[in-house]
DNA sequence: GCTTATATGTACGAGGCGTTCATTTACTTC
DNA sequence: GAAGTAAATGAACGCCTCGTACATATAAGC
């Protein structure tokens, strides 16, 4: 009996433990804080208190807050939205942004999601981190399929494909965080046709293209 | 010599003050908070202690940080946006949004307004004024602009004017608020030719309309 | 085994939150 | 002008969070 380690299996006790121990409980706490109580009440005492890994060891490892949550969530969401490709751009795009919607609205990830970008309008790091991590990998997805399409003949190869991301995806993102329209089905399916087709009068000095 | 107020022209003492002097005090340290430091930094604390206005007043009338913010930031900034009528819509939207990106990233106003945006993602009472005293305003005149271009038969009568202005300004707030890729002139011009008419290619299968 | 990297408990000062309370003063009403 | 009411004040409170510091205990790597 010279000396046995103090913790218990369950119990916690001073001294190292395996990393991916420690980051496993982090995240599975982490994630659950931001599903059930939200980005407002995720703060680095709670989540080392929840998941008994030390205040040391989590500012250690994740330097901000929005690290942490980012983390977080990534850990918590999966993510899977590979772009279909049917042949028809209109289908797909409809599809892609259907699926969007419903993660953005019928998931609870997707309010932890508009938590994040809202946290990075004043978190640098978060925002950085945020752009990485998500968005140009989406952006990136949505522009190679826009792209295909050209190639295919079913879309304009002037146009900026960029923009036509910002105005599909961004004018749901506008609903998403302002609020102030809901976003149904038959917006999604405005949204597709004003853009494929235009809305500008048929014969109308406006059109000039 | 029976009591005179403790008070001097600036030293602050205990007793009722004129409510607007307050008020005004208030707004202006609020404001300048806003776009010196930004909202991180606001506080009722150091609001209290700059303006010399008591925290128990300020939280008499502003019952959250988010109402704090946003009057102080109605308050600072000059709103005047109002929509031209040149006659010509496609004139008309370049010039509105020009004025628009301008607003947003030229001044530090903008900056602001995006984390109020920001904040409103985890304060309900925040987006909810946010709604009422900015983006409803905001809506109804592009929307009564784009109704009016209907009316002169410029734009579709079947293109829902709502789904448009998603699709415009959306799209700048998805670059402002994401900032994955830079709002240039040319990203505003080819929003508006975008939509107005049309990226489907002409005699495409998805060129239904 | 020895060394090094890492996690731990504990404590700290600073600062913000949101509220209470008695006191002082401006406004209003008669 | 006097009385009554509404409002602002200072001060203090308990609680929480932040971010950091320190000494100690343990796992990994060699």
Partial sequence: MTKEPKRTTTGRGRGRRPADEVRADVLRTVGDLLLTEGMSDLTFERVARLSGVSKTTLYKWWPSKGALALDGYFHAVEETLTFPESGDIRVDLLSQLRAFVHLMTET??????????????TDNDLSVALRELY????????????????EQGQLETTVDTQVVV????????????????????AFIVALVDNLLTGIARSGSAVDKR
């Fill in 108 to 121: 609870p990830g997707g309010k932890v999601l508009a938590e994040l970008i809202g946290q990075a309008q």
């Fill in 166 to 185: 910002d105005q599909l995806w961004g004018a749901i993102y506008h609903r998403l965080l302002l609020r102030d329209e809901p976003v149904t089905d």
């Fill in 135 to 150: 968005s140009k990998e989406r952006r990136r997805q949505a522009v190679e399929r826009l792209t295909l399409a050209q």
